[in-house]
């Protein structure tokens, strides 16, 4: 089904849109799961070529030794010269090899959307969670034998989150854990990950689209909780969690 907003679906993916229509269409998003998919295989496609232009643009081992031969031996009557153009060439080079690194090596930012495109799935999806309760003795020992590792869940009484549920997620092939809390209208996604199965730095307060992204360590586990709120909404979760797995037996 076609949605009138699905227009302004790539200027919003693009930044393009001002603050007061964005947040027109953010709430859209919520409501709508046929743009929430949109936005989802808008993303994909937006990281999937952005990977293959890195890989395609990335210059190739031998190139110190094509720069070199181009270049040639400076003729003797330029020997004078000769300082102020190996300089030069250093300097090409050094800009040459920074540009390399810089599009070979993995980036937050793809980390991110990475996680964005788990949470927006979830929103999108018909049954968001496997394990669907607000108990938290209910969900938590759904997991347990369905995942390597152990969590605890955070009391959640006298606070203004609410547990809607969990689901199994995969993320760099290593499975997880995906918790889903509410906050008014706002749905967060919490993800447990196993810290060594992972390649992702924590990177508190991270802005993608409009949502927030903090992600930490704690006692071999890696989190990561995604929701479009403020970020001090994010890290009031992200204390409540730490301090409950800080409490586990």
Same mark, same amino acid.
């Given at each position: 089904?076609?949605?009138?907003?699905?227009?302004?679906?790539?200027?919003?993916?693009?930044?393009?849109?001002?603050?007061?229509?964005?947040?027109?269409?953010?709430?859209?998003?919520?409501?709508?799961?046929?743009?929430?998919?949109?936005?989802?295989?808008?993303?994909?496609?937006?990281?999937?070529?952005?990977?293959?232009?890195?890989?395609?643009?990335?210059?190739?081992?031998?190139?110190?030794?094509?720069?070199?031969?181009?270049? !040639?031996? #400076?003729? @003797?009557?330029?020997?004078?010269?000769?300082?102020? /153009?190996?300089?030069?060439?250093? $300097?090409?080079? =050094?800009?040459?090899?920074?540009?390399?690194?810089?599009?070979?090596?993995?980036?937050?930012?793809?980390?991110?959307?990475?996680?964005?495109?788990?949470?927006?799935?979830?929103?999108?999806?018909?049954?968001?969670?496997?394990?669907?309760?607000?108990?938290?003795?209910?969900?938590?020992?759904?997991?347990?034998?369905?995942?390597?590792?152990?969590?605890?869940?955070?009391?959640?009484? !006298?606070? #203004?989150? @609410?547990?809607?549920?969990?689901?199994?997620?995969? /993320?760099?092939?290593?499975?997880? $854990?995906?918790? =889903?809390?509410?906050?008014?209208?706002?749905?967060?996604?919490?993800?447990?990950?196993?810290?060594?199965?992972?390649?992702?730095?924590?990177?508190?307060?991270?802005?993608?689209?409009?949502?927030?992204?903090?992600?930490?360590?704690?006692?071999?586990?890696?989190?990561?909780?995604?929701?479009?709120?403020?970020?001090?909404?994010?890290?009031?979760?992200?204390?409540?969690?730490?301090?409950?797995?800080?409490?586990?037996?």
């Amino acid at each position: 089904m076609n949605c009138e907003w699905r227009v302004r679906l790539d200027g919003y993916v693009d930044g393009e849109l001002s603050p007061e229509k964005q947040a027109q269409y953010e709430q859209h998003l919520r409501d709508c799961p046929s743009c929430a998919g949109a936005l989802l295989s808008c993303m994909q496609m937006k990281r999937g070529i952005r990977s293959a232009a890195a890989a395609r643009y990335s210059p190739p081992a031998e190139l110190r030794f094509r720069v070199a031969q181009v270049i !040639g031996p #400076p003729p @003797r009557i330029t020997y004078r010269w000769l300082p102020q /153009f190996s300089l030069a060439v250093a $300097a090409l080079m =050094l800009v040459v090899v920074a540009a390399a690194v810089w599009l070979a090596r993995p980036r937050a930012t793809d980390f991110a959307s990475e996680l964005l495109d788990l949470h927006v799935s979830a929103l999108a999806s018909a049954n968001p969670a496997d394990v669907l309760s607000s108990d938290r003795h209910t969900v938590k020992p759904w997991f347990e034998g369905r995942l390597p590792f152990a969590f605890n869940l955070p009391d959640l009484q !006298g606070s #203004p989150f @609410r547990l809607i549920g969990g689901r199994i997620t995969y /993320f760099q092939q290593s499975p997880g $854990a995906q918790l =889903l809390f509410g906050l008014g209208k706002h749905q967060i996604s919490l993800f447990i990950f196993q810290e060594g199965a992972l390649q992702l730095r924590p990177s508190p307060g991270t802005q993608e689209l409009g949502f927030t992204i903090d992600t930490w360590s704690q006692d071999g586990l890696r989190y990561a909780a995604v929701g479009d709120t403020e970020p001090a909404q994010i890290h009031a979760l992200r204390q409540l969690v730490q301090a409950a797995h800080s409490n586990k037996p």
